[in-house]
């Protein structure tokens, strides 16, 4: 009993101690104890020392170092013909291996791309054939090879992998044969498919010398930066122009969708890029997670089938595809074979948010496209992880990135023409780098391709950015006016105008577009103005209203017919409302009376195609329509009407009745017409319905005239 | 205590039995464990004291007591860097792992002093003080850890900023030997000042197998493409002289060359310049009468005359960057500093930090062959551009270039940014200075859509206990065609809902959400039962809106899916003789809000007012039981830079059985509480985000002389 005790007391005393070092940290007690004893500190865990003497640490290089460059002896000229035969081929960069004095006259008339003809009976693929016609039917094409200076085979080189039936033989010794190559300088090449089963290696099967290549699935390893261009992976289907848009046609709120993150696609039992697709059905849940592959593909797959196969295959058919990447908030895009595929763009148009796994790929246009704000990068390494990673990724994140996704899709990838466009425009932007684009402006709407830096390099004079960054549009205006008849007397509607429009306190400058067949009368003969008066001869042309004038100094300009009848108030309240539309970038219908920003008259001269302006031209005709339609592909929106008008134009005498043209039901067909040629060259219909006009907050309510700004409105 | 009462009772009889031996031994066990609880309690409140006393003393320390160690000569090198490495090739990411913070964790070595068998140092500066301020920086920052086991990142701490003062053999060796080398992986050297005479090698000459390199000066052949980073080469003059900010705008001169070893080829070409724009350009060499020293590194000399340097470079427009034997130049630090543009000339030349930084909104980038044509090509830069880019110059100074600690840790936030690509910062935090982040705006729904018609909205019925009202109301928005539900907010928690055989019949699903407390921001909550996008927020005693009224507002609210459209608009003024905002409900020819009791938005803005909502601003609302629509104004405002829509003309908003919003809002008190509300959001926000307009919107053809029966919407603003 006694020693039973003794036991107890003594276990409960183990015990104790026990404890109290577990909790007590007393496990460190003999340690601490040791170092307190002896005085002594061991290594100490602290971040970087406070060195005592650090004032008198040495500077890693003194001034005169720094300053007093040592130089070498050798000259710069020299230096830079030694880099040139040094730096070719696989290191080839702008500055070695293309020839800028062939493009040495500035801007859009210095950069021009010739097309080699095609040769009778060549084989030509349905997708190089929209590629060739993109870059005929582009402002920078040239068929004479002596002004160009940019060069594109007529050669098919888009599929170089040897087992298929696009591949093109004896490319070498056709493009030794050109006189023209010059070991490949300032040509482009493109190329979808590379090297063949198994290795799939980069090697295009010739020798592209120093030319630029323009291809798929780049690896960062072989891509030379700054010089070669990734482009995506497109299918044969890929529309020429215009494209579809994308499908995000609203933001829902919660962001998530019924999915979080899907696959369906291939598994590769064995060859190259098998290790990623033979592990993706590891994420697969079920519930929002599917990750669905099948091994029925090739010719052969039953005689690498293994034990998955049947079950997957199975599980493969219940999921549909297209549902799929309707209903995924993220779509795994896997590497294939090789490392882009077609799956890139189809989850960007489907705003699904592509889930990149494909270590080393360099992504299409990464020169110029900001990726991290659309996509989400992954690792091949790390795919365990992609479900915790997309998880975790903010809604807020998920609204921005889905709708960044719809930003690229429809700035550089809806169609064949705008891959085409942006290859060229990227190499232009390196050429003449002192008007280029800055990545702000490839970033944000309406993206690159519709800025052009000729116009200004200066964010700010542009229409789109106010918002972004911080700034508010100038209050003035230009106004033209477009004068057909000649001046007779001083009681003409023009006359009438000219005083309206001057007293708007907004109003800055007052442009006179004469293109009556008259000479346009001396300058004493038109009345005293309160504002700048300029007249300028518009040669009778009609797209003459919406050429980029030097003379217009402010952002905003309003173009008037000269019979328009206008009420200063009118010119108010558009000044008004300019921020709504300089923000949108809006144009006014009716067309007579329109405010815009500058810059689309700028667009309208250099965007559009000649063609479009000589059909204006020719009929005298549509070139409202042709603006509307420009600012409607450009903001995705529709014009916006501003106030009540039920008549513009003067009432015309009935004998002059039958020269309006509008009395002439030939107009209206034209019209049309027209409508149909410029919906064509867009490839797609631009303009967008609106349901509503802007008026004066108190437009027709019922207080007193007195209260109301704009009081003339009323009476009309 | 029962059971220890009768314990105790026991006690006495248990001890007087117990034998003195026992006794004793008992004794000092209880002492023994007395003394362990003491010992141990004493160890537990220690602790802290302890260690900031052993930090006392380690801060004693100099650097000359790192401990020291001897390279071997036979101790291995590494192998020279690999061109092809990338960050999935060469970078151990596992070594990251995933965590919620998205942070990497980096470990810096102890100092150690390395010599060679001689007792000769591997450099012959040791620590410098740049790389002292550096390592210091990163381990104040949260990329520091301690634990070597948990490291993503390890930055050695021998210093290899300048290679001239580097043994290269010596210091690879030196490197080879830390204890995580494994190959150079998940390594992080810094350099600023690569190669040596005489073909100065753009990148570190020192071996370092995979090593990740941070070097100023990386030209394209050099630089791995996303695995190394380029840093800018430190001007430790920005540590001595102060530069104040000037405002942007045309300065004495047009363009400055400051450098004093311009190669002699360049330097006739830029006499040339000289010559044909005459006082436009000045064209700055090193005093020749000055002996060698600190001074004539702040001297410059133009025909006798003597300049002050850096100052000068900030009466500059531009100024001329142009490479030496290296590509890095430490001028372009000083340039940046000045608030001058620099003029970069270094063909191949990798801009520090360029994979995040848009160097073409800060500098000008010309081909070392035109160099002739820089006059002609910096004049064609309009003005204002000029302005912006001196501006966006001296915001990279200030935030990647001043110092040590901004280098250092922009190198790391850009691995950071690699490694974990889904928290990456955007464009616009790299690149746009403060003045533009505070003032610009990026509205969450950025994208330009015209949602479809079909889903319809949901209409949002806040009610208290107005149940006539409330039916009257229900029964009248049941008539828009595009209403796809009906959601009533019951904010009476005595009061139960009336049956539900008592409400009117609709032909859309009709939910009833009963709150918790009667708060006036449940009706922003972001119920999941709202599917739609677009939310008609409706009070219910709003029973004079037609249906073609509000037909109409969800029209336009479509073509204006971020904006707030309403009916009846508000306007805010600015009292001058109060000196604050003022809250006008009167005829005004403006409208900077519209009421939220019966106006479209989308359902977005029910997220980020429940959750986003700046300050105190939620319970100020709930508290004053007013404002929630102020609120909400300001909140689109804010975020969207853009103004209300008013939509139809203006309405007596009048019914004869509930109290108007207008009657109320006439209440003297009721509108001195509002304009409270406004100066008090105005603080909180920081600023006065509303946006004024002087328009509203009517269908196409509102009160044209057109039949009535063709148009869309007749029935509007009728009484």
């Known amino acids: ?716 | 205590m029962y059971a220890s009462g009768k314990y105790s009772s026991r006690g006495p009889a248990l001890i007087p039995r117990m034998k003195t031996k026992h006794r004793i031994y008992y004794i000092t066990l209880f002492s023994v464990v007395l003394f362990g609880l003491i010992a141990t309690g004493m160890f537990q409140f220690w602790p802290h004291s302890i260690e900031s006393t052993a930090d006392w003393t380690v801060d004693k320390r100099s650097v000359h007591d790192a401990p020291l160690m001897r390279l071997q000569v036979s101790s291995p090198i590494p192998e020279r860097g690999d061109l092809s490495c990338r960050m999935h090739t060469c970078f151990d990411v596992y070594r990251c792992g995933y965590n919620p913070k998205n942070r990497i964790k980096v470990y810096i070595y102890p100092l150690q002093r390395f010599v060679d068998e001689l007792g000769v140092p591997i450099s012959s500066t040791g620590l410098s003080r740049e790389y002292n301020d550096l390592l210091s920086a990163i381990s104040d920052s949260d990329f520091y850890t301690d634990d070597v086991n948990r490291a993503c990142l390890f930055v050695p701490s021998t210093d290899v900023l300048n290679q001239n003062s580097l043994r290269i053999r010596e210091t690879a060796q030196a490197l080879a030997m830390l204890p995580r080398w494994n190959k150079g992986m998940n390594h992080l050297l810094f350099n600023m000042l690569p190669g040596g005479p005489p073909d100065y090698n753009t990148a570190l000459d020192v071996p370092r197998d995979r090593a990740l390199l941070a070097g100023g000066g990386f030209s394209t052949w050099t630089y791995r493409q996303g695995y190394d980073v380029s840093i800018p080469v430190y001007s430790p003059l920005s540590a001595d002289v102060e530069l104040p900010e000037r405002q942007p705008g045309p300065r004495r001169y047009f363009i400055l060359s400051s450098q004093t070893a311009i190669h002699r080829e360049y330097r006739a070409e830029l006499e040339r310049l000289k010559e044909e724009n005459g006082e436009a350009l000045l064209l700055l060499d090193k005093c020749s009468n000055l002996s060698h020293g600190a001074a004539s590194a702040r001297k410059r000399c133009y025909k006798g005359q003597v300049y002050d340097y850096p100052q000068i470079l900030q009466e500059s427009s531009f100024c001329v960057v142009l490479r030496g034997a290296r590509l890095g130049q430490a001028a372009l630090s000083d340039v940046l500093q000045a608030g001058c543009v620099p003029v970069i000339l270094a063909d191949s030349y990798i801009l520090p930090f360029s994979e995040v930084l848009d160097w073409k909104r800060a500098s000008v980038v010309i081909p070392e062959e035109k160099l002739s044509e820089m006059y002609t090509i910096l004049k064609s830069i309009p003005h204002r551009q000029v302005e912006e880019m001196q501006r966006q110059a001296r915001w990279f100074w200030e935030a990647y270039f001043s110092s040590m600690k901004a280098i250092g840790l922009t190198t790391l936030q850009i691995i950071n940014d690699r490694i974990y690509p889904y928290a990456a910062q955007t464009y616009e935090q790299w690149n746009n200075p403060t003045v533009v982040k505070w003032s610009s705006v990026n509205s969450p729904l950025f994208l330009p859509l015209i949602p479809p018609r079909a889903p319809g909205f949901t209409a949002v019925v806040l009610t208290y206990d107005r149940v006539d009202s409330l039916f009257r109301v229900i029964t009248e928005i049941s008539k828009v065609p595009s209403l796809a539900k009906l959601l009533v907010v019951w904010n009476n928690q005595n009061k139960s809902p009336p049956e539900e055989s008592l409400w009117p019949k609709v032909g859309v699903p009709l939910k009833v959400v009963r709150t918790k407390e009667n708060k006036l921001s449940n009706r922003f909550f972001p119920y999941d039962e709202i599917e739609t996008e677009a939310v008609l927020a409706i009070d219910d005693d709003i029973i004079m809106l037609t249906s073609d009224e509000l037909q109409f507002g969800y029209e336009v609210w479509r073509e204006f899916p971020d904006r707030l459209v309403g009916y009846p608009g508000r306007l805010h003024l600015w009292d001058h003789e109060m000196g604050k905002w003022k809250y006008e409900s009167e005829w005004t020819n403006e409208v900077s809000m519209v009421l939220t009791g019966a106006a479209f938005y989308h359902k977005y803005f029910n997220y980020l007012y429940t959750y986003k909502m700046p300050g105190d601003i939620k319970n100020w609302v709930d508290a004053h039981m007013n404002c929630e629509d102020i609120a909400m104004n300001f909140l689109v405002a804010n975020i969207t830079g853009k103004a209300p829509i008013k939509v139809t003309p203006r309405k007596k908003f009048k019914c004869p059985e509930c109290t108007a919003i207008d009657g109320l809002s006439l209440d003297q008190t009721h509108m001195v509480e509002r304009s409270e509300c406004i100066n008090k959001f105005a603080s909180v926000f920081g600023t006065m985000p509303l946006k004024v307009v002087e328009h509203r919107a009517d269908p196409v053809l509102y009160k044209d002389d057109f039949p009535e029966k063709l148009k869309s919407f007749p029935n509007i603003g009728s009484l």
């Open chain 1, 1 to 716: 009993m006694q020693a039973r005790k003794k036991y107890v007391l003594l276990g409960l005393c183990t015990f104790c101690w026990l404890v109290l070092f577990y909790f007590g940290r007393g496990v460190q007690l003999p340690v601490r104890l040791l170092r307190m004893l002896t005085g002594q500190q061991g290594e100490v865990v602290r971040p970087w020392p406070n060195w005592t003497d650090r004032a008198f640490l040495p500077c890693y290089a003194h001034l005169n170092e720094l300053q007093t460059d040592p130089g070498t002896s050798e000259s710069p000229r020299q230096r830079r013909q030694a880099w040139s035969v040094i730096y070719k081929d696989s290191r080839c960069r702008m500055e070695t291996c293309f020839d800028f004095s062939r493009c040495r006259r500035r801007g859009r008339e210095g950069f021009r791309v010739y097309v080699y003809p095609s040769e009778k009976n060549e084989r030509v693929s349905e997708s190089y054939k929209k590629i060739l016609t993109s870059i005929a039917e582009s402002r920078y094409y040239t068929s004479d090879p002596r002004e160009a200076c940019l060069f594109v085979l007529g050669i098919d080189t888009l599929d170089r992998d040897q087992l298929s039936g696009q591949f093109v033989p004896n490319v070498d010794e056709r493009i030794r044969g050109y006189p023209l190559w010059n070991d490949g300088r300032n040509h482009l090449i493109f190329n979808l498919y590379s090297g063949t089963w198994p290795n799939y290696t980069e090697d295009l099967g010739f020798n592209i010398g120093q030319a630029i290549l323009a291809r798929a699935s780049l690896n960062t390893e072989h891509f030379r930066p700054g010089f070669d261009i990734s482009i995506p992976l497109f299918s044969k289907d890929h529309p020429q122009k215009g494209g579809e848009r994308g499908w995000l046609v609203r933001n829902t709120t919660p962001p998530r969708r019924k999915y979080l993150l899907m696959f369906k696609g291939k598994r590769y039992l064995t060859g190259i890029g098998s290790d990623t697709r033979n592990a993706l059905h590891h994420i697969h849940n079920g519930k929002d997670i599917v990750s669905l592959t099948t091994c029925r593909h090739g010719k052969d797959w039953e005689k690498h089938k293994d034990a998955r196969c049947d079950h997957d295959n199975l599980e493969y058919e219940r999921f549909d595809y297209q549902e799929l990447l309707h209903n995924s908030t993220f779509c795994l895009v896997p590497r294939g074979r090789r490392l882009g595929s077609f799956r890139f763009l189809e989850s960007l148009q489907a705003a699904c948010i592509p889930v990149l796994l494909s270590n080393g790929w360099e992504l299409p246009f990464s020169d110029v496209i900001q990726w991290n704000q659309a996509v989400i990068e992954g690792d091949e390494r790390l795919l365990l992880q992609v479900p915790s990673t997309v998880r975790a990724v903010a809604s807020e994140r998920v609204l921005a990135l889905r709708q960044r996704t719809q930003i690229l899709w429809e700035a550089y990838f809806s169609s064949v023409d705008k891959i085409v466009v942006t290859t060229l425009e990227i190499i232009k932007d390196r050429v003449f780098s002192h008007t280029s684009r800055n990545k702000y402006m490839w970033n944000a709407l309406p993206g690159g391709l519709l800025v052009l830096p000729e116009y200004s390099t200066h964010l700010a004079h542009f229409p789109f950015y106010y918002l972004g960054l911080g700034i508010s549009p100038n209050q003035e205006f230009t106004a033209i006016i477009h004068a057909v008849s000649p001046l007779v007397s001083q009681s003409q509607p023009i006359m009438k105008l000219l005083q309206v429009v001057s007293k708007s306190k907004y109003c800055s400058q007052i442009i006179i577009l004469w293109n009556s067949e008259k000479a346009p009368p001396s300058r004493s003969k038109w009345p005293p103005m309160p504002v700048p008066l300029t007249v300028t001869d518009g040669k009778r042309k009609t797209t003459s209203r919406f050429l980029p004038h030097v003379a217009i100094e402010t952002d905003a300009v309003l173009s008037l017919d000269e019979d328009t009848v206008l009420l200063t108030s009118e010119v108010c309240i558009q000044q008004a409302c300019r921020l709504v539309h300089v923000v949108l970038g809006g144009c006014l219908v009716p067309p007579s009376v329109c405010h815009l920003h500058r810059y689309y008259h700028y667009l309208f001269s250099h965007y559009l195609p000649q063609s479009l302006r000589t059909i204006v031209d020719h009929t005298s005709n549509c070139e409202d329509i042709l603006m509307n339609f420009l600012v409607s592909a450009v903001t995705r929106l529709p014009p916006i009407k501003v106030a009540q008008r039920k008549q513009y134009k003067e009432l015309p005498s009935p004998q002059a009745t039958k020269n309006v043209p509008w009395a002439n039901p030939e107009h209206f067909n034209q019209r049309q017409e027209c409508i149909n040629t410029f919906a064509n060259w867009f490839g797609y219909m631009p303009l967008v319905h609106s349901q509503f006009r802007l008026d004066p907050v108190l437009f027709k309510d019922q207080v007193s005239v007195l209260r109301k700004k704009y009081k003339d409105l009323e009476k009309a």
